[in-house]
């Protein structure tokens, strides 16, 4: 009887342990999927910004601000791209995707805006690229990322006459693109559930 109750008891621990490190594997293989995957996000947006700046340059140096909104929006028409927004210098909205946001000022020491502006609103001069990104949880719950890219000044903007020199100024506004990680948290839930299966499986087994 001593004998059983003891290979009940050792029978029920190596149960309990083999669970625990299913549950703790599953769990540790899911997270590095998911931060793979938001790296990968990260990176190809950073691109995507980086290749509409490129795209809306000349539009800016001629001041064709119609061709310059006309590419915003049909970078922000693909799937995933939530919105974008371009801020001038002062911080008001002079583009977005939401008509509504148009001529509106942020607040400069909000936490979106610390990547490129220090706690009493002065701009940084060249805020390293890993601090000019964001996640946060939009209004219908879906996290978001947020990537900003700094439109700096050259010589070829001081010369038409629009913006000061490089001395006065460094940095004319920013290009705000919002991505959703609807699709990522999906895959993850989706990864979870399965890596939860196959756990109970080898555990009946």
């Excluded at 939401?98 to 805006?113: F, I, N």
């Excluded at 100024?169 to 979870?192: E, K, N």
Aim: aromatic share 4%.
């Amino acid at each position: 009887m001593i004998v059983h109750s003891l290979s009940a008891r050792i029978f029920a621990l190596i149960a309990v342990v083999s669970l625990a490190g299913m549950a703790l594997l599953s769990w540790a293989v899911v997270r590095m999927h998911t931060a793979d995957l938001e790296r990968a996000t990260v990176v190809g947006g950073v691109r995507v910004s980086d290749a509409l700046l490129r795209s809306t340059r000349v539009g800016m140096l001629q001041n064709r601000k119609t061709d310059v909104y006309e590419a915003l929006r049909l970078v922000a028409d693909q799937p995933g791209i939530e919105r974008i927004r371009i801020y001038n210098k002062d911080g008001v909205v002079v583009y977005s995707t939401l008509d509504s946001e148009r001529g509106h000022t942020v607040d400069k020491r909000a936490e979106a805006c610390t990547r490129c502006h220090s706690a009493v609103g002065e701009p940084v001069a060249r805020p390293p690229q890993g601090e000019l990104t964001r996640i946060f949880q939009g209004a219908d719950g879906d996290r978001i990322l947020g990537l900003i890219t700094p439109v700096y000044n050259e010589a070829a903007c001081a010369t038409v006459g629009c913006h000061p020199g490089l001395a006065e100024q460094q940095i004319l506004g920013v290009i705000d693109m919002q991505m959703s990680l609807a699709d990522i948290d999906q895959a993850t839930t989706t990864q979870t559930e399965h890596f939860q299966i196959l756990v109970y499986v080898l555990m009946l087994l």
